[in-house]
């Protein structure tokens, strides 16, 4: 696409009965978070869309830190060799990859990929950094780019080009490097369901769709609206694979020389995606107070002189926010009216909006209108700090309550696998359902539903003596199954 | 370089006055800020040096959103055809970039770079967004990884992939255009000398150094310890070079079409090596107490059951310091000698070092050695964390001062090309003197001397009549000559 072929801003937002695909783009761009750009495939984050990137950074790095681990910046381009060297990786990677063939005016000896993702670029400087038990656990985590090529791309969910976190620990035992897998998925459930309002399904991925390179995988599962799922973190216990392969050994307390364990953990700017269609309806964006990048617009409602009377009032009421920490934009451009910053607001989902006019200062009162429910409420003047606080933590829960119904109304639990075939045909959602563990029989229902496993959850880990719902053979989980992003 | 040819961790650091390249190497990797990577001229930012880089974000960053600006991101691939588009640009750029020719298993139909900086990909999404006035100005920032390739590396100094911030705005008008892109040289001056404690000279560019497609070029210079300059920070004025290129245009106030006037600016992780080279001594680094990772080490003296009666004292001491946010490390490992551990947090630069023992306990005191001076005093445990802070902010004041005076001693000002060549042959520095401000004068100084034009100082821009120390023309400016990193 060239770039004067890039298509205009939509000046509309399509329903998202009638195209939830198409609603989901529009929000983005009408709400200035994304936008396409000349580069097949890769996005362009726009200031709005950062703000939110910024604020799911610091709440995890936050986490991060808090569980000892450390930043630190490894190089982006990776010599082929090194990805050719672990041969799953390599087979899940490589057909992913771009190539860097040339620097300046020549042509490389080796080819360079970048990367899309660094356990092997990690682990070779592990390699050399460890040697014996007390240089363990070595917990680094970084923030970077990566490219992934991709023949079909979204904004935010699924492009060339992403940012995101990636975690690449050492361990002195499988038992250790497991807990920490374990460990950092919690932090994720924590993170989205704290901060995003987002609720989320732990467990276990298949054979299948684990990671490539990975003994495990886990991950956290969210239900959009449109009851498709949503990948929105992983965790992989690497065991000993990496550490083999690029030969990061210790000095074991015993003496011995062993391999250290791995893990790798990542979550991305997909999570964005994730809260758009967690949250929004026909309106627009629906973005949680915890990382709104303005958790409240004052709108003056601008009639007579209103720059000498209102305006004053609503700047003393930013600042009196703002000294609380409440993140505010006070909208006092006069080339707009009210009525069309009540509208360009709730498309960009700010959580709540405060209204202040002639004759609320009069009554010594504001107007605070909710996004998520939007509900009136007059407040008093006095004491109206801590209300707008309270409000934030009560909208904050209602979005994630209202998420968590809508998760468990699109749940089922079926035994049949006609039922399932039906469910997955109308408008999807997660499925229960017993399954034998089987690759096969995962592919075809794969093949026959478009439905995948999303996880084996630890809620449904035990499972009772029954049936493959496909096969017949004897089950040996419950699986989370979903059409997913 | 194969990962098994990497060279060891250097056991001792060679003194600045034996070769002053070896301490700086040795410096770092023996610190554990940086090592090398597999990947030619691309370094790995370990996790000591990567807490210095996000301490010097956040410094920065604050200063950025308190002048208006705002954070996005931008695709890291940029088609040919764009970086094609702006002449002096791609004169500029293309022998330095790495060129991406295939995307999974297929040739791309046009290769792309990998962004060596982002005018041109920005400038194109400049061109969709900014239609009116009402748009400007537009002030944005990416935080982001660059590659350049470069023949010769050098860590944090010159490494084929960097971070950095580049800061790139649009503007109704020129003079805008111009008090930007001083307003952020002005940023960057008081980044370097209020938290980097390094004293910068600010000042334009001449032609012949200025970035490939401004107007004009800024830069702060800074003096390292042997006597080389080091630019740390540029900002430019690109006037409608690129908007015109792009066709970034705008309605202006008088209904008339215009094109925008841009600047861009940045500073990168280069500035890490600017601190070590500025404040570094034979034992390692010194780093100010403002970007310091831990500003106080804590080590207890282990003698006799030391754990039971000095440890307990030292926790509590951290636990009072952590709460006043002072970013502490207490050392507490048993198999390490305190004597080992005064060595080892020397040699990694923490401002302050804070010894307890069972004499001091009973004297109710600790004792304080500064690692600027070395200086050692009992300090009584009565108000110990106003004592810390107190000489933390005295230790920042006196590297600034330091290093301050260092500069001075090496700056000469004269009028004479041979003592100017005296001086460039002994241990350099700054050294001021009138020219003529003809680039094939300014040629032949650097082919005679290897000193170049670091700027032309504001300090010392208006020139009394005089001749050019060189051709013997009429001098237009007095210009600030160094040899350069």
């Not at 886990?218 to 959009?224: F, G, N």
């Amino acid at each position: 696409m060239s770039d004067n072929e890039l298509p205009d801003l939509p000046t509309e937002i399509t329903p998202q009965s009638v195209d939830f695909g198409r609603w989901y783009i529009d929000s983005i761009r009408r709400a200035e978070l994304a936008d396409y750009s000349p580069v097949k495939g890769c996005m362009v984050i726009r200031p709005y869309g950062y703000a939110i990137w910024e604020l799911m950074q610091q709440a995890l790095d936050r986490r991060f830190k808090a569980t000892g681990h450390v930043n630190a910046y490894f190089p982006m381009l990776i010599p082929e060799s090194l990805l050719l060297k672990e041969s799953d990786h390599v087979e899940g990677f490589a057909p992913q990859v771009a190539w860097v063939t040339h620097g300046g005016n020549e042509e490389l000896e080796e080819r360079l990929v970048i990367r899309p993702t660094s356990e092997t670029i990690i682990g070779t400087m592990y390699a050399k950094w460890i040697q014996s038990w007390r240089d363990l656990p070595v917990l680094i985590n970084q923030w970077a780019n990566v490219i992934r090529w991709e023949k079909v791309t979204r904004l935010f969910l699924r492009t060339t080009e992403f940012l995101w976190q990636e975690g690449h620990t050492a361990h002195e035992t499988y038992e250790e490097a497991e807990e920490e897998t374990q460990r950092m998925l919690g932090v994720y459930k924590d993170f989205a369901q704290t901060e995003l309002a987002m609720p989320v399904v732990d467990g276990k991925k298949t054979e299948s769709e684990k990671f490539a390179g990975a003994e495990s995988t886990y991950s956290i599962e969210a239900l959009m609206r449109d009851g498709r799922a949503l990948q929105a973190g992983t965790s992989h216990n690497l065991a000993q694979n990496f550490a083999k392969v690029f030969d990061i050994k210790f000095q074991a307390r015993d003496k011995s020389v062993q391999y250290v364990y791995g893990t790798s953990w990542g979550v991305s700017t997909r999570l964005i995606g994730g809260v758009i269609m967690t949250h929004g309806d026909d309106g627009g964006l629906i973005l949680p107070p915890r990382i709104a990048p303005y958790q409240v617009v004052i709108v003056p409602i601008s009639r007579g002189n209103w720059k000498e009377t209102v305006l004053p009032k609503a700047v003393e009421i930013r600042d009196s926010l703002v000294a609380r920490n409440v993140r505010v934009m006070l909208d006092d451009r006069d080339s707009q009216t009210p009525g069309w910053k009540f509208n360009e607001w709730e498309l960009r989902g700010v959580p709540l909006r405060l209204e202040v006019g002639p004759k609320d200062i009069a009554k010594s009162q504001v107007v605070l209108v909710r996004r998520d429910s939007r509900e009136k409420t007059f407040v008093p003047m006095e004491g109206l700090v801590a209300s707008v606080e309270e409000m934030l933590i009560e909208i904050q829960q209602a979005l994630f309550d209202r998420a968590l119904q809508f998760q468990k109304e699109h749940t089922a639990k079926t035994n049949s696998y006609k039922e399932f075939v039906k469910i997955m045909n109308g408008r999807p959602g997660f499925v229960i359902s017993p399954w034998c563990g089987l690759p096969g029989c995962e592919a075809s229902i794969k093949e026959e539903t478009q439905a995948t496993i999303r996880n084996i959850p630890f809620e449904h880990a035990t499972i009772e003596e029954s049936l493959c719902f496909k096969c017949g053979k004897v089950a040996k989980a419950n699986a989370w199954f979903a059409k997913s992003y």
